[in-house]
């Protein structure tokens, strides 16, 4: 077991694995990472599923099956994935039991070309939620104006969610008062708020990706001097703000009536610069109650070579916010930023879908 990681997890921060495939079920490489690797969550998204469906023999006997029945190419994909998520849920049963429901959660991602239609999203949310009939389920919803109050639909149903696709601060602002929208009315409702877990997937590495792009056409030392900052500031100030909601009376109000946090998540924590860290997102995000859910690559560097020196995160927001405010100097418009990454994560979204069925409509003619 990694000593690293062991300590990373020890300082609050829980584990999770953004990735999923028959293959790695199949074999027990999951039951190996959470035995050795620290790991005690999944996550999946459209573009790990059309990966994992494009290598490899794990899925023929499926979709052999499925091609004989003639099953479309839409129902395939929901049969095929929710499969994965149902097995993956069952490896983590004893993670969830453990921690008492808050760990040993798998996601699975609503479709993508919904991200702009709430009702639709709704609809989604549901027949995940009982397609896969797992209580360490997560329904992934993105972040979307229109995705918030299906957010609060599927919160206040009971059905846990993972927020993704979350940038900007504002944005994220919004989630949580989605979130606890949701939480109030289930609440009336007389659910048990104790049962209804989320999680906010707040993306790292791709503020980066954009800023470091635009720092370079700003062609200025002092811009230069303000690459690979901004991410790591930017989640550090969104920390800031689930503080803040944590510490007012409409959560404590909900608290007492049995609700738990919905705790920030650090996705697209792989460094997309090979000039940075490998672990760098992991590295300078570590605070208690937090996850960090790491590609595998990234989960083995920080095994290896991890630098953990204790909570990165709890008294630096003064330097976060100097950090934005010098990014604002140079001339980045953080909200055009946001936006342009919030329409690009879409995007891609839809198009990995969208080579997921062309994936899966190819093998069903083979078979």
């Known amino acids: 077991m990694s000593e690293i990681l062991k300590n990373l997890s020890g300082q609050g921060v829980s584990i999770w694995l953004d990735d999923i495939s028959r293959e790695r079920l199949r074999t027990g490489n999951l039951e190996a990472l959470i035995r050795d690797k620290q790991v005690v969550g999944v996550t999946s998204n459209p573009t790990i599923f059309a990966s994992a469906l494009s290598k490899g023999d794990a899925y023929d006997t499926q979709l052999h099956d499925l091609a004989i029945r003639g099953v479309d190419v839409e129902e395939a994909v929901r049969v095929i994935t929710t499969y994965d998520i149902r097995w993956a849920a069952d490896v983590l049963r004893p993670v969830y039991d453990a921690t008492s429901g808050v760990d040993g959660r798998v996601s699975i991602e609503v479709d993508p070309r919904l991200a702009r239609e709430t009702a639709k999203t709704i609809a989604e949310a549901r027949a995940l939620w009982w397609m896969v009939d797992r209580p360490n389920l997560f329904i992934k919803i993105p972040a979307t104006v229109e995705g918030l109050p299906a957010i609060t639909q599927a919160i206040a149903e009971g059905i846990s969610v993972n927020v993704t696709l979350i940038f900007s601060l504002e944005r994220y602002r919004a989630v949580m008062d989605a979130w606890l929208t949701g939480l109030e009315q289930a609440k009336a409702a007389g659910l048990n708020l104790a049962e209804i877990e989320s999680v ?76 940075y860290p490998d672990t760098l997102y992991v590295d300078e995000l570590v605070t208690a109650g937090t996850v960090n859910t790491m590609p595998e690559k990234t989960l083995d560097a920080v095994a290896d070579h991890g630098n953990l020196t204790g909570d990165t995160v709890r008294g630096s927001y003064e330097e976060a916010w100097n950090t934005m405010a010098a990014l604002k100097e140079a001339g980045i418009d953080y909200d055009d930023v946001v936006r342009a990454l919030e329409e690009e994560g879409v995007q891609k979204f839809e198009a990995s879908w969208t080579e997921l069925l062309a994936t899966v409509s190819a093998e069903l003619r083979k078979a």
């Open 200 to 275: 906010a997937s707040f993306f790292v590495s791709r503020v980066d990706t954009e800023i470091d792009k635009r720092l370079d056409k700003a062609d200025s030392p002092e811009a230069k001097a303000l690459k690979g900052k901004a991410a790591v500031a930017n989640a550090r100030l969104a920390f800031a703000a689930f503080e803040e909601v944590m510490n007012s009376p409409r959560w404590q109000e909900l608290r007492a009536a049995g609700a738990r946090p919905q705790r920030p998540l650090w996705a697209s924590t792989g460094t997309k610069d090979p000039s």
